[in-house]
């Protein structure tokens, strides 16, 4: 059953990463990417539809994370209280600037909350896996800018700009991988690690190839597996799979039941948005 609860919260965190890294990603590219007003209007509305929808993961994964695991939670927030601050202050600024964004004056808003999320979350896995914070804040700032430019490279209508730009970060991102393994503290699995980074450079080989055959979806999925390697790489440096952090029986099996609910709703929502889009464009 503990094993179970572990998996459920790797995927759904591994999913957060992977489909709202790009979200960050354009906030902090729109303004570069957008030379006038209309042409940043049209940059945001790439994102917007699917924004709401990838933050639901990380909700999702917050609930199973406070009620599957409240002793790991308590461990993380006291330990880890400079990231989680810095992301959570990240995801109000962007949040609410993204929603309510109406002109020129919340664009330092869009931009300065992407950065601060990435950031935060850098600092966050950094803290965690032992690394440096410094490299693990610049590796998710570049991760975040590849992803969101191979996303506006596929879903804007000349993706000429975006092309440049990614092409130019699959060399830091790949420069992070490698720099994130060597310069790792101890862990208890330094194995994951390792299998962690073979298949973070071998999507991003695969998205660089893809994006030079211009294969936009193949290329967006490579750089998506790349964002999600990091948030998985943590169930490697922590033992999590004990009955000390872990709550009760019963408490585990009503939430298993609320989960049986709950998740397949947000894979029909997510699933139902991207359709939707697709059709639309």
Do not use: I, K
């Not at 000349?158 to 720099?179: E, H, N």
């Amino acid at each position: 059953m503990e094993g179970v609860w572990v998996v459920l919260l790797g995927l759904l965190t591994a999913g957060y990463f992977a489909l709202a890294g790009f979200d960050y990603g354009v906030g902090l590219l729109y303004r570069f990417l957008g030379r006038d007003e209309p042409e940043r209007a049209r940059v945001l509305r790439a994102m917007t539809p699917f924004f709401l929808g990838n933050e639901v993961w990380l909700v999702a994964a917050v609930g199973v994370l406070f009620g599957a695991f409240p002793r790991l939670e308590g461990e993380l927030l006291s330990e880890h209280r400079v990231g989680f601050v810095t992301v959570l202050v990240g995801l109000v600024l962007f949040t609410a600037a993204v929603q309510l964004r109406v002109g020129p004056f919340w664009d330092v808003f869009v931009v300065g909350g992407a950065l601060v999320v990435a950031v935060g979350w850098g600092v966050l896995l950094g803290d965690v896996l032992g690394g440096p914070p410094v490299l693990w804040a610049f590796g998710l700032v570049s991760l975040f800018l590849l992803h969101g430019a191979v996303f506006l490279a596929w879903r804007l209508d000349d993706p000429a700009r975006a092309l440049v730009v990614a092409r130019v970060l699959f060399a830091p991102v790949g420069l992070f991988v490698v720099a994130a393994v060597v310069l790792r503290g101890p862990v208890a699995a330094p194995a994951v690690g390792l299998v962690g980074a073979a298949v973070a450079l071998l999507a991003l080989v695969g998205a660089w190839f893809a994006l030079r055959a211009r294969a936009f979806r193949l290329a967006f999925a490579g750089t998506g597996v790349v964002c999600a390697v990091p948030a998985l790489a943590v169930f490697g440096a922590r033992d999590v799979v004990t009955p000390e952090v872990m709550s009760q029986t019963p408490t585990l099996q009503a939430l298993g039941w609320f989960a049986a609910v709950v998740l397949p709703l947000v894979l029909v929502f997510q699933w139902a948005t991207w359709r939707l889009s697709r059709a639309a464009r």
